[in-house]
């Protein structure tokens, strides 16, 4: 699976838009980009993923780069209860291992 | 959705002793579960991937007689940590997925915080 870089931390005010970038420039043409969150002392939950187009779901926008070498996650409206580590994963299965990063720290603030 | 479930969310136990932790998949069937740990302040490092009806497969560097898995069923695996020692303590977690499609995401049970003293 192809490596990801993603930013340390990040903060967002409640309310706004919280947008966590991704690099995975090394991405072959039949991996999905998956993200997960992990709340503290919690299991990671599935948010979304996509191959080439841009997706959205209840939770949150993917937009992917035309060359795929870079994505960004999109919480439109962030409150309190979206502060977890977010977590990019690049890989052709989700149904098989998967390796995890670092994962960015998203502390929504009041 | 598909729910995976674990059991227990957590366990204390003394040096020594053995501990088993409980996989399961809620509304779906599961041949292959995977197992994750995760120490404090860091991600998660896979452990194991349990197959159903056959072996697991463990990561390099991953006891397999310390850390035994068994998938009996398609519904089931448990993770049993033999002679549990204090470095033994951490976040256990495991996932599954429901293969709705290749690119089906995995869903992660809650965790199983197991402390040894």
């Known amino acids: 699976d192809a490596k990801t870089t993603q930013p340390t931390s990040m903060d967002c005010a409640e309310g706004r838009a919280a947008n966590l970038p991704c690099n995975h420039s090394?991405?072959?043409?039949?991996?999905?980009v998956y993200w997960y969150r992990q709340i503290h002392s919690q299991g990671p939950q599935y948010i979304i993923h996509?191959?080439?187009n841009n997706e959205t779901n209840e939770m949150a926008s993917l937009i992917i780069t035309e060359d795929r070498k870079s994505s960004t996650l999109i919480l439109p409206h962030a409150t309190l209860r979206d502060t977890a580590v977010y977590y990019c994963?690049?890989?052709?299965?989700?149904?098989?291992?998967?390796?995890f990063g670092e994962g960015t720290q998203l502390t929504v603030n009041p | 959705g598909a729910v995976v479930s674990q059991h227990p969310s957590r366990v204390i136990c003394k040096s020594g002793t053995s501990v088993k932790i409980e996989c399961r998949s809620l509304?779906?069937?599961?041949?292959?579960m995977f197992w994750y740990r995760q120490f404090p302040k860091k991600s998660l490092m896979l452990m194991a991937t349990?197959?159903?009806?056959?072996?697991?497969?463990?990561e390099q560097g991953v006891e397999k007689d310390k850390f035994l898995i068994n998938h009996a069923s398609l519904t089931l695996s448990t993770l049993t940590v033999t002679s549990a020692h204090p470095e033994d303590s951490s976040f256990y977690i495991c996932?599954?997925?429901?293969?709705?499609?290749?690119?089906?995401?995995?869903?992660f049970g809650n965790g199983t915080r197991l402390t040894v003293t």
């Open positions: 996932s599954a997925s429901d293969w709705q499609g290749v690119d089906s995401p995995l869903h």
């Open positions: 090394t991405i072959s043409g039949n991996e999905y």
């Open positions: 996509g191959l080439k």
């Open positions: 994963i690049v890989s052709a299965t989700s149904g098989s291992r998967l390796t």
């Open positions: 509304d779906f069937q599961a041949t292959t």
């Open positions: 349990s197959n159903e009806g056959s072996k697991a497969t463990y």
